[in-house]
């Protein structure tokens, strides 16, 4: 399985963007998918996982702000995200786990900068 981040940018405090991560491969493999976070010295963190039914989690940091969606025909997770704030600043990774649970696979991240 291979993901392909995209959508990332810079933006304005209160300004919105939507991330995009494309699989391709062996896409049938694929359970839950999601997005994590990593700004400069911090730890890699989860901002928010989509289930294969649906089911959504969200941080409590993104929580109310961030909206994250999955179309399995185009084997796509979006991360729409609002109401930026600079903490928001980041590289945002996807990652998509295999059904049986036993691998993770990760995208090469997209640089989100809120910044007026």
């Known amino acids: 399985v291979q993901l392909q981040a995209s959508g990332g940018g810079l933006v304005q405090p209160g300004g919105s963007l939507r991330l995009s991560c494309a699989a391709s491969g062996s896409v049938f493999m694929i359970g839950d998918m999601g997005w994590y976070r990593q700004a400069p010295g911090k730890q890699r963190e989860l901002v928010a996982t989509i289930t294969s039914g649906d089911s959504t989690i969200y941080a409590d940091s993104a929580n109310g702000r961030a909206t994250i969606s999955r179309d399995d025909a185009k084997n796509t997770v979006y991360l729409q995200m609002n109401s930026l704030k600079p903490e928001d600043t980041a590289a945002y990774f996807c990652?998509?786990?295999?059904?049986?649970?036993?691998?993770?696979?990760w995208g090469q991240g997209t640089q989100v900068t809120v910044s007026s």
């Open positions: 990652y998509a786990d295999r059904r049986d649970g036993h691998r993770r696979y």
